[in-house]
């Protein structure tokens, strides 16, 4: 199922047991049906009583030509797990929507209240014309799609995986930052990194003006600010899918802004990655210093990497030292498109012991199955971890996991989409 791009990261459970250096892998608390259920996600209302703060939303797609595809969402999501009910109905936010990728809130700041973005398209007919949409969820029914990507000029059939929110030309206010990719069923991808932005006016009526920084990126990115060398870089960095490379982007304007693509500057940190995945920065190997989580799906050994950075040289000289966390990832049918794995997330099981080296949770998308890689050693130098099998679930795929501790007990849930299944199981790592 990569070919249909369901990025994941996946924790489905059978059985409770403990895991090396006392990891107890966690336990199922709840189901609920949503059929093809893809990418989820958790929005916290911080306005709403205690108790009732996070609302699951669930992306579900068909690859049927004209078939509806959906939005949808479980408010309050922790009252079922707090009262032990399993009675879970979710609600449509939209079927005004193609082939929806992953979901995620918006800064309050842009909109003025709360909001949902879906990216959505994909290169299957009739699935190809994407855009960004803004969903108003203060009201209920939401209201929407607000299409902030819309360009009536554009004839290409560009389709987007994720938003980010940025302030690209020092204005104050918040724009919209995302890959896209156009892909022909045979023939190669083109992907663009560009900005929307945000107007002066009503951001919900007002045109979002698009400017087009560069070619490369795909599908998903990041935005992290680095301290390398003496300097500081505001960067993006890119796994890109479609051209198989590991890129990250900074801008060397005064104040590091985005308006002038002529001032943006790349180090191509793996071009033998393979097909990239989504990617993370976070502190690995707990020495204080920042590493990049990334993963290749292949149709054959697929891996899950860190790449370690030289914080001693700037980042237009450092050198990107690889680490294979794990590998041996493959498909369980071959088949166009297919891969394994698919993205990888670090965590700590309790929030009150959230220290030291995380865990990685891995899903392996086409393989069936779900990992949890746990670190061997203390020692920073030392990148070894054990895969852990916790899961094996035959022909099934799932979807993006979205992880939370909703019910406030100090550990997180992980809420796992079973796309073929019409499933969404939630696990527990508390006691």
Same mark, same amino acid.
């Given at each position: ?114 909001? =949902?973005?879906? #990216? +959505?398209? &994909? ?9 960004? *949409?803004? @969903? %108003? ?76 920084? =560069?070619?490369? #990126? +795909?599908? &998903? ?9 003496? *300097?500081? @870089? %505001? ?197």
């Amino acid at each position: 199922m990569a070919l249909v791009r369901i990025f994941c990261l996946a924790l489905i459970l059978t059985t409770q047991i403990t895991g090396l250096q006392g990891t107890r892998l966690p336990r199922k608390v709840l189901s609920f049906p949503i059929a093809n259920a893809a990418f989820t996600t958790l929005v916290e209302n911080k306005t709403a009583p205690q108790g009732q703060r996070w609302n699951f939303y669930a992306s579900a797609f068909s690859a049927i030509p004209f078939s509806k595809d959906y939005v949808y969402v479980v408010r309050g999501i922790e009252r079922y797990l707090l009262k032990n009910s399993t009675n879970v109905k979710p609600d449509v936010v939209t079927h005004d929507t193609v082939w929806p990728n992953e979901i995620s809130g918006v800064p309050a700041e842009v909109f003025g209240k709360p909001t =949902l973005a879906v #990216p +959505d398209g &994909f290169l299957l007919p009739t699935k190809t014309a994407g855009d960004i *949409g803004i @969903y %108003d969820i203060n009201v209920n029914p939401p209201r929407g799609p607000f299409r902030i990507s819309h360009d009536d000029n554009d004839k290409q059939n560009w389709f987007y995986h994720r938003v980010i929110w940025k302030d690209m030309n020092g204005d104050g206010r918040l724009d919209a930052v995302a890959a896209r990719a156009e892909k022909p069923f045979f023939g190669n991808a083109k992907g663009e990194l560009l900005w929307f932005e945000h107007p002066s006016g009503d951001p919900f009526t007002s045109q979002w003006k698009p400017h087009l920084l =560069l070619n490369g #990126p +795909d599908t &998903f990115i990041i935005n992290a600010t680095m301290k390398v060398g003496n *300097g500081v @870089y %505001d960067t993006i960095i890119a796994p890109q899918f479609f051209s198989q490379a590991l890129v990250v982007y900074w801008s060397v304007a005064p104040l590091m802004l985005w308006t002038d693509p002529s001032k943006i500057r790349s180090v191509i940190i793996d071009d033998k990655v393979g097909p990239a995945f989504d990617a993370r920065v976070v502190d690995l190997n707990a020495d204080q210093k920042p590493d990049l989580l990334v993963t290749s799906n292949q149709a054959q050994n697929g891996a899950v990497f860190a790449y370690q950075l030289d914080y001693n040289l700037p980042l237009e000289n450092t050198t990107f030292v690889k680490h294979v966390l794990a590998d041996g990832f493959t498909p369980r049918q071959s088949g166009q498109g297919k891969g394994s794995p698919g993205a990888a997330k670090p965590f700590y099981p309790s929030l009150k012991n959230a220290t030291g080296k995380p865990h990685i949770l891995v899903c392996g998308d086409d393989d069936g199955r779900a990992y949890l890689l746990i670190p061997q050693s203390a020692d920073p130098s030392n990148w070894k971890y054990s895969k852990e099998v916790f899961f094996d679930g035959g022909k099934e795929t799932v979807g993006e996991i979205a992880i939370e501790d909703v019910d406030g007990d100090g550990f997180v849930e992980v809420f796992v989409p079973l796309y073929y299944k019409g499933e969404v199981i939630v696990f527990s790592f508390g006691p």
